[in-house]
């Protein structure tokens, strides 16, 4: 028997062999069969369910304009960096990485994803430049995304920090108007029905839940082009005179809408790494202080209505120095002996202005300061806006009658201080300060003061600003002009200081015909100029000499320009000249 012969064949074992291969081959073609085609729905939910995700769609926040429409806040597309921190945890070796990337500490992001282990969503790093997001998603680590947000951008830096406020990181309204109008601006985001990879990026948009609906744009009544002077001239101030601060607000006299306001020192909304409440304080609305004698005008203007005193009633300031009772005794920088009520405003008189003011009954003056909003919070709504003091007059005694007189013993803000100025330029109808813009809807205003009496304290504030008066360099060329100067003490623990002074200047232009009154507030210049018309006054001039050329306010005072109004000829109009259009421009024939 060959060797061949003798090997035993298993017939029956090849067969079964190969039905058990054909069996499973064919439960095999069966499972694909029931996979694609009798639970492909269900199949499909399950994938869906494990990969499909509901994410916001963030909404762009409205943009806030000056009144010209020039942006001053708006808000920028960024990505954020987020994690799952139990799909992160599993690649540990790509921690160092990470970590290196987006400029964290390695033990800071241990601890971090460690007391986030419960949880799906976790931010890493938030406001990223797209240079750094995509080296972030360059390193493919399992269970780390971008997420879509909007940063605030503000264009004009410090320049409208204070009153345009800011956002937190979740652009929300923290300061400012963005914090007052807050609800205006937001926008409501949206949901949508996303496919993420393994990554957590989304690979296919499903479906929209809802759309987002973004923020109200808001148009302020500030004229940039005011705003940008009033600052440059006041850091330019404190500066100059190395003072602790100082603000400066200008309002129009016809609708009360704020054109600029402006502090120092400031900050830049879009670097908030170095802020403090010494920066952030919009202090034309949160500091109250003593008006000096700039208050002044409103007790003339008291005594005017009581009837007992007219422009030209004379007052004796004898010799330079009035005593009121055992404890008070005003005095005036100079001896002004027998003068009229003119000019105890064009001298700024101390003892001429409590004179005025014990000649006439408390309430009278009470009365009038409070009907101009001193001591009052106007409606301007700001955040933080203080209320000021003018307390009642039944509690009044000599003394707190002889130093109102003089601008002691109440406390306003710039803000009030110019709404009352802004009064008195418009014959003693008062509007209310907004920092919306009117839009031709201007208000009728109250009628606080009357006429006859507010121009006649108008010009006697000409005769402030005149060669002679206290406030000479707030003077602007080619235009009458109006206002007051103020220097006032401060206090201290011990009582009034004799080196620490508020410097301050209010006034309004043109004098015939006002359209702008300002206030000027200087908080403890040094050297040796610390007078309200030596630091203040200067500020108002520059300012108000830049902002009635910008609003092409026509001039009222040529002859200080050495115009005689004779030599003025009113050109004849030409015959209409047609234009002719040369490439993009448009030019007339001449």
Do not use: C
């Amino acid at each position: 028997m060959s060797e061949r012969e003798k090997i035993p064949h298993y017939a029956g074992r090849l067969r079964f062999v190969l039905g058990v291969l054909g069996l499973a081959t064919a439960l095999l073609l069966w499972r694909v069969v029931d996979l694609h085609v009798f639970n492909r729905d269900f199949l499909q939910h399950q994938g869906d369910a494990r990969a499909l995700r509901v994410v916001e769609v963030p909404a762009h926040r409205g943009m806030i304009t000056d009144r010209h429409g020039e942006p001053l806040a708006i808000s920028t597309p960024v990505e954020s960096v987020w994690a799952n921190p139990r799909e992160l945890a599993a690649a540990r070796d790509k921690w160092k990485a990470l970590a290196r990337v987006l400029e964290l500490d390695l033990r800071g992001l241990e601890q971090l994803l460690a007391k986030r282990q419960e949880r799906e969503f976790v931010y890493l790093r938030r406001h990223i430049t797209p240079e750094l997001a995509q080296k972030v998603m360059a390193l493919e680590i399992p269970g780390v995304a971008l997420q879509r947000e909007y940063r605030r951008y503000y264009p004009a830096g410090e320049v409208f920090a204070h009153v345009v406020g800011f956002t937190n990181i979740d652009d929300a309204g923290q300061e400012g108007i963005e914090l007052l109008h807050n609800a205006w601006l937001k926008g409501t985001p949206g949901s949508k029905r996303v496919i993420k990879d393994r990554l957590g990026r989304i690979v296919e948009n499903v479906e929209s839940i809802s759309e987002p609906r973004p923020g109200q744009d808001l148009r302020l009544a500030l004229d940039r082009r005011i705003q940008y002077l009033a600052y440059r001239e006041l850091k330019a101030t404190v500066s100059r005179n190395q003072a602790r601060a100082g603000s400066a607000v200008v309002l129009d006299v016809t609708t009360g809408e704020v054109l600029a306001m402006v502090n120092q020192p400031a900050y830049n909304p879009n670097n908030r790494g170095d802020l403090n409440s010494e920066r952030l304080r919009n202090r034309t609305v949160t500091d109250v202080f003593e008006p000096g004698s700039t208050i002044k005008p409103f007790t003339v203007a008291a005594a005017l209505e009581s009837g007992k005193f007219r422009p030209d009633t004379p007052i004796d300031t004898g010799s330079g120095f009035l005593r009121v009772n055992s404890r008070l005794t005003v005095r005036d920088v100079h001896n002004y002996g027998r003068i009229d009520v003119r000019r105890v405003i064009q001298k700024s008189s101390n003892v001429g202005a409590a004179t005025i003011a014990l000649a006439i009954k408390p309430q009278q003056l009470w009365d009038l300061f409070n009907r101009v909003g001193l001591g009052t919070m106007t409606s301007s709504a700001f955040p933080g806006e203080a209320t000021g003091l003018l307390t009642d007059f039944t509690r009044w005694r000599e003394t707190e009658r002889a130093t109102l007189s003089y601008g002691y013993g109440l406390s306003v803000t710039a803000l009030q201080l110019a709404q009352a100025y802004a009064a008195l330029a418009a014959d003693g109808r008062m509007h209310a300060a907004t920092l919306l813009p009117a839009d031709g809807h201007v208000q009728d205003g109250s009628q606080v003061m009357r006429p006859e009496i507010a121009q006649q304290v108008r010009a006697m504030l000409e005769l402030a600003v005149g060669k002679d008066g206290t406030g000479s360099r707030a003077a602007v060329p080619g235009y009458r002009v109006g206002g007051k100067t103020g220097t006032a003490r401060k206090v201290t623990a011990g009582g009034y200081s004799d080196s620490r002074y508020l410097a301050l200047f209010a006034g309004f232009a043109p004098a015939d015909a006002p359209r702008l009154a300002m206030v000027v507030v200087i908080d403890e210049p040094q050297g040796t100029e610390y007078y309200g018309g030596q630091v203040a006054a200067p500020v108002f001039g520059r300012v108000m000499s830049g902002a009635l050329r910008l609003l092409d306010i026509a001039p009222d005072d040529l002859e200080s320009l050495g115009v005689k109004l004779a030599d003025v000829t009113v050109p004849v109009p030409a015959p209409a000249v047609p234009l002719m259009r040369t490439g993009a421009t448009t030019r007339g024939v001449l």
